[in-house]
């Protein structure tokens, strides 16, 4: 019995998440290969040789994967999982992994599970439905076992330790012209990523508009902070998409959570109840947000936070 | 050549509902609680009807697969702007099993029989939160996918998709048929005028059943529970942002 884990990467360096999708195939317990897709990405792959538990890294490097286009992607794990039969196929449950896997799976006649948050036996998974508010514990009885995981609910992977074999993937032609890629707009941004930060700052609807969304930035780059947002800060155009933490966006669990002008509906807390201590900062006591928090400041924000900025700054100097 | 459309209409325990779960934790309490169409699937319609108004699009096709409720759910389509709709009858035992790739080989087989050319579909739906659905039947038709559109433009005899990915926006370019998956940005879903849901009761709704389709429900998975997640304890107010400070210093946490 073995597993596959396909790495999500950018060609040079592995996605955090891809160390928490190795953790949790290391939880299952078979002999664990990850599969490497992507064009000049043998650094990537010269690092999965050295995460804990990997024992073989397959590496497919072809200029017609730029862009990891799942109907590249597809035809690839299919041949590869062809050759060595796996029992389960496991990726992070990240936009990467959640737009991927369900493809391979239909192409394998089997049922896949989404944002799986804990592995019961090989065969038993626990996941969120309704947006956090029930816990469902399902038994799979397809033989194949395809599963994206939520990167929060697993411990990466050591890196270092390892000694995984490259061994280059499934030959074959995988270019066709089904999709092709045009372009990536990544944020820029200096401030750690959302799903990896140890401590995020998100801000509400209470922001009133997005150049507000400065006296957040001043305060993470303080504390080191990545910052986020509620879908109804999105909604109302505050900040872009990608910064969205809750059941449609992302899911964090940072060690600090701090809620600034976010009432807290049901689908924000889904993203971000699992972070180990939360603050809210709202001046409506009523607010739903201080029912999950630790700390609670019932505050108008404009003048909270820039005096929690300066105090922080104070203290650091 | 204007295309034929295929929209998802999933009908869901509407999103303003606190869900409580049942006792004997088999599933939640889903009787007598306020049910609608699933908020991205809105989305899905709403960008098939403003297609439709560009005339990218020429008939707009409303599925939805589960109970006789469905059909209201199909009506709410209708009266934003679908043309026809298809109710799959799938009677309650069986769709308490029933998971994304039986709805994909539904909608896959619906595809062919209607000759669409574009499929528009939610890309999650916020009951079992799976979002797979758009992506498998892409694989059952051999089809591309443009999943977690933010964006949708015909261009040639193609679609450019702009989609929502971790840390940002990418850009791909599809070619027909296609499937695309509605994210939150897409657009913003019409309210239904009086009129139009008027209107909406004499448009024509189809009904059919797995069986006509070919579709097997064999259960691919087995409930062993649902229970309430963890409850997270409120912890204390503090009265300052001074206080603020000293607390998450002695916790260590900054």
Same mark, same amino acid.
């Given at each position: 019995k073995s597993t596959l884990v396909i790495a999500e990467h950018d060609n040079a360096s592995l996605k955090s998440i891809t160390l928490n999708a190795?953790?949790?195939? /290391?939880?299952?317990?078979?002999?664990?290969?990850?599969?490497?897709?992507?064009?000049?990405?043998?650094?990537?792959?010269? $690092?999965?040789?050295?995460?804990?538990?990997?024992?073989?890294?397959?590496?497919?490097? /072809?200029?017609?994967?730029?862009?990891?286009?799942?109907?590249?992607?597809?035809?690839?794990?299919?041949?590869?999982?062809?050759q060595f039969n796996f029992t389960h196929i496991i990726a992070g449950a990240s936009a990467f992994g959640k737009g991927l896997l369900p493809r391979v799976a239909a192409k394998l006649d089997v049922s896949p599970?989404?944002?799986? +948050?804990?592995?019961?036996?090989?065969?038993?998974?626990?996941?969120?439905?309704?947006?956090g508010n029930a816990v469902m514990t399902l038994k799979v009885t397809d033989a194949i076992k395809v599963l994206?995981?939520?990167?929060?609910?697993?411990?990466?992977?050591?890196?270092?330790?390892?000694?995984?074999?490259?061994?280059?993937?499934?030959?074959?032609?995988?270019? /066709?012209?089904l999709s092709s890629f045009v372009k990536q707009e990544l944020a820029k941004s200096d401030r750690p990523e959302l799903t990896s930060a140890k401590t995020v700052i998100s801000g509400g609807r209470g922001m009133k508009n997005g150049d507000n969304f400065k006296l957040l930035y001043e305060l993470a780059d303080l504390l080191g902070?990545?910052?986020?947002?509620?879908?109804?800060?999105?909604?109302?155009?505050?900040?872009?998409?990608?910064?969205?933490?809750? $059941?449609?966006?992302?899911?964090?669990?940072?060690?600090?959570?701090?809620?600034?002008?976010?009432?807290?509906?049901? $689908?924000?807390?889904?993203?971000?109840?699992?972070?180990?201590? +939360?603050v809210a900062i709202n001046k409506d006591p009523e607010a739903p947000i201080f029912a999950v928090a630790d700390l609670g400041l019932v505050a108008d924000l404009f003048k909270a936070v820039p005096e929690m900025t300066e105090k922080v700054k104070a203290m650091k100097s | 050549m204007a295309l034929r459309a295929l929209v998802g209409c999933k009908r869901v325990i509407d999103y303003a509902v606190r869900v409580r779960v049942k006792p004997d934790k088999t599933g939640v309490v889903t009787d007598g609680v306020k049910h609608s169409m699933n908020p991205?699937?809105?989305?899905?319609?709403?960008?098939?009807?403003?297609?439709?108004?560009?005339k990218v699009v020429s008939e707009i096709i409303a599925v939805s697969c589960g109970p006789a409720q469905c059909q209201e759910t199909l009506r709410t389509a209708?009266?934003?702007?679908?043309?026809?709709?298809?109710?799959?009858?799938?009677?309650?035992?069986?769709?308490?099993?029933?998971?994304?790739?039986?709805?994909?080989?539904?909608m896959a087989k619906l595809a062919t029989d209607q000759k669409a050319d574009i499929v528009i579909l939610g890309k999650q739906a916020i009951d079992d939160d799976c979002n797979q659905t758009a992506q498998m039947t892409a694989a059952f038709l051999d089809w591309p996918q443009g999943v977690f559109a933010s964006k949708i433009d015909k261009e040639g005899d193609g679609l450019?998709?702009?989609?929502?990915?971790?840390?940002?926006?990418?850009?791909?370019?599809?070619?027909?048929?296609?499937v695309i998956s509605a994210d939150l940005r897409l657009n913003e879903p019409r309210y239904a005028t009086l009129p139009n849901i008027m209107k909406a009761k004499k448009k024509p709704l189809d009904k059919k059943t797995p069986a006509d389709l070919g579709v097997d429900l064999k259960p691919r998975i087995q409930v062993l529970s649902v229970e309430d997640p963890p409850v997270r304890e409120a912890g204390a107010k503090v009265a300052d942002v001074d206080e603020l400070i000293s607390r998450l210093k002695a916790l260590g946490r900054i």
């Open positions: 190795i953790g949790a195939a /290391n939880k299952i317990g078979h002999e664990v290969t990850c599969l490497v897709i992507g064009s000049n990405c043998s650094k990537a792959a010269d $690092q999965l040789t050295k995460v804990e538990g990997v024992k073989k890294v397959l590496v497919a490097d /072809n200029a017609a994967f730029e862009g990891f286009l799942p109907e590249r992607l597809t035809p690839l794990i299919l041949a590869s999982h062809k599970v989404s944002d799986v +948050i804990g592995i019961k036996d090989e065969e038993t998974f626990t996941r969120t439905i309704y947006a994206s995981v939520r990167g929060t609910s697993f411990e990466a992977a050591k890196v270092g330790g390892g000694s995984g074999a490259l061994e280059k993937a499934a030959d074959g032609e995988y270019k /066709n012209d902070a990545g910052v986020g947002a509620s879908r109804a800060a999105v909604d109302a155009g505050f900040v872009s998409n990608d910064l969205q933490v809750g $059941q449609t966006g992302k899911i964090v669990a940072p060690e600090l959570y701090i809620a600034v002008g976010i009432s807290g509906a049901i $689908q924000h807390l889904a993203g971000m109840k699992d972070s180990k201590t +939360i | 991205f699937d809105e989305i899905a319609v709403e960008e098939a009807v403003r297609l439709k108004e560009k209708m009266a934003m702007g679908a043309d026809k709709a298809i109710h799959v009858e799938i009677p309650s035992p069986q769709y308490e099993t029933l998971q994304p790739i039986h709805i994909a080989k539904i450019t998709v702009m989609r929502e990915i971790d840390g940002g926006l990418e850009t791909i370019k599809v070619k027909l048929p296609a």
